[in-house]
């Protein structure tokens, strides 16, 4: 019989994360406990506290990666655009590659987070994303003789927009991502050069 060789620690470590990884996927962070950990991992629940010292402790570890992933995509993504139009592409389809390749870290994302967490979050990242857009869509105003002032406006509508699509098509995946990043730009694009210079709303609203 031959002897199992044993885990160094980064290498337990390693092992502890991407198994949390998928029990906070399958589970959500409050119905996942650490003993559930343990047991899918194969070790005894003191290790992983020994490792991590708590849930909260292990779970921001594994979100971390995710957003740092996800980051790393969206902003290559823009960075390498050479037009707004392609912009609006290649951001949106970085987006559907990271939910079609990494369904259970952006699950994690998307889920309940521990109370105390107020960064590294999905709707973090997605606030991260507008301000990168922001100075994009300004750029773009100024070039096209709008007011400025509204890029942080209209970079939280087209960023918006992107992710809540990302987020139904996690469980649908139709049509396939090609198609609808093709959809989301065309949207995006058709829009921002039609836009209004003077938005009014058609029907006067009743004040209260």
């Not at 406006?153 to 927009?161: C, D, I, K, P």
Request: no cysteine; proline share 4%; aromatic share 8%.
């Amino acid at each position: 019989m031959s002897k199992r060789v044993r885990m160094t620690g980064l290498q337990r470590r390693e092992q502890l994360i991407t198994v949390a990884r998928s029990v906070f996927a399958a589970n959500g962070y409050e119905a996942t406990s650490m003993e559930e950990i343990a047991q899918a991992a194969h070790v005894s629940k003191p290790v992983v506290y020994e490792h991590f010292g708590g849930k909260e402790a292990i779970y921001a570890v594994v979100v971390d990666r995710e957003v740092q992933r996800l980051v790393s995509s969206i902003t290559e993504a823009l960075l390498t655009s050479t037009s707004p139009r392609q912009m609006a592409e290649q951001a949106a389809l970085a987006l559907l590659d990271f939910i079609e390749t990494n369904s259970d870290g952006f699950r994690i994302m998307v889920r309940d987070a521990p109370p105390t967490s107020t960064s590294g979050t999905y709707w973090s990242v997605i606030g991260d994303v507008a301000v990168k857009v922001q100075a994009i869509v300004a750029k773009q105003f100024k070039e096209s003789h709008y007011n400025p002032d509204w890029a942080p406006m209209y970079a939280q509508m087209l960023v918006g927009m992107v992710s809540q699509v990302g987020q139904w098509w996690l469980d649908v995946r139709k049509p396939d991502k090609y198609e609808v990043a093709a959809h989301l730009a065309n949207l995006a694009w058709l829009g921002m050069r039609h836009l209004s210079h003077n938005p009014t709303l058609l029907t006067t609203p009743t004040k209260k």
